[in-house]
């Protein structure tokens, strides 16, 4: 399956500055991403425990279910997802569509194998503070120790390993690294690293995220 979609994904571990990276590009006007979408990281998830059951990929198998229809499948419904959701009336068929479900990173060989164009922001925060801004925060996390700095700790240690190893895998080419403490030291230089490693041209509208927040035809914050 060829898909010329060119998209960007926008990942990490929660509390790692997704939601900064995801609202400073969807204030750029050649881009549009929305808010969290929670139901890409759950059908990869799927998609995944599927194709690594052998029993699984009998029964699809004889069923005439091969791994490029699920592919098809798969991509058509994510697209799908990023095309209707988050969409402001000055949006167009040139907008460039972005997604930022954090966890999404961790199926980068895959969505790349869905989507070829794709291209991918890392977001790498500090992990201690992570685990701070998740205990203190009581932020809840899938499969996350959320009461103990020592467990989110190692959870945030498993999970980073997972996606910085895949974004080596897809390489440099299509995967992006930033980190958060460099993104709010020096938010114009971290952007126009960004925008050029997207292709897109600079805008200052990146810079005054803030200032569309919420507001007609701005950027959408889930509550």
């Given at each position: 399956?060829?898909?010329?979609?060119?998209?960007?994904?926008?990942?990490?571990?929660?509390?790692?500055?997704?939601?900064?990276?995801?609202?400073?590009?969807?204030?750029?006007?050649?881009?549009?991403?929305?808010?969290?979408?929670?139901?890409?990281?759950?059908?990869?998830?799927?998609?995944?425990?599927?194709?690594?059951?052998?029993?699984?990929?009998?029964?699809?198998?004889?069923?005439?279910?091969?791994?490029?229809?699920?592919?098809?499948?798969?991509?058509?419904?994510?697209?799908?997802?990023?095309?209707?959701?988050?969409?402001?009336?000055?949006?167009?068929?040139?907008?460039?569509?972005?997604?930022?479900?954090?966890?999404?990173?961790?199926?980068?060989?895959?969505?790349?194998?869905?989507?070829?164009?794709?291209?991918?922001?890392?977001?790498?925060?500090?992990?201690r503070a992570v685990a701070?801004?998740?205990?203190?925060?009581?932020v809840t996390i899938r499969?996350?120790?959320?009461?103990?700095?020592?467990?989110?700790?190692?959870?945030?240690?498993?999970?980073?390993?997972?996606?910085?190893?895949?974004?080596?895998?897809?390489?440099?080419?299509?995967?992006?690294?930033?980190?958060?403490?460099?993104?709010?030291?020096?938010p114009r230089e971290q952007?126009?690293?960004?925008?050029?490693?997207?292709?897109?041209?600079?805008?200052?509208?990146?810079?005054?995220?803030?200032?569309?927040?919420?507001?007609?035809?701005?950027?959408?914050?889930?509550?």
């Amino acid at each position: 399956m060829e898909n010329d979609n060119p998209l960007i994904w926008i990942g990490g571990v929660p509390r790692s500055g997704t939601t900064l990276m995801r609202v400073a590009l969807d204030a750029h006007p050649d881009i549009q991403c929305g808010a969290e979408t929670r139901v890409i990281p759950r059908m990869l998830s799927v998609h995944a425990a599927m194709e690594r059951s052998d029993s699984e990929t009998t029964y699809l198998e004889a069923a005439g279910l091969t791994n490029d229809t699920l592919d098809s499948a798969l991509a058509a419904y994510i697209l799908t997802v990023l095309t209707r959701h988050g969409v402001r009336s000055t949006s167009g068929p040139s907008h460039l569509l972005c997604n930022k479900d954090p966890f999404t990173l961790r199926s980068m060989q895959r969505l790349l194998r869905l989507f070829p164009h794709s291209r991918f922001v890392l977001m790498i925060r500090d992990g201690r503070a992570v685990a701070d801004s998740i205990v203190s925060g009581h932020v809840t996390i899938r499969g996350f120790d959320v009461e103990t700095h020592r467990g989110a700790l190692a959870d945030w240690n498993r999970a980073m390993s997972t996606m910085f190893s895949q974004c080596m895998t897809v390489t440099v080419e299509r995967c992006l690294p930033v980190y958060y403490e460099q993104l709010v030291l020096e938010p114009r230089e971290q952007l126009q690293r960004v925008l050029r490693f997207l292709g897109v041209a600079w805008n200052d509208a990146v810079l005054r995220h803030e200032t569309v927040i919420d507001q007609p035809d701005g950027v959408f914050l889930s509550k």
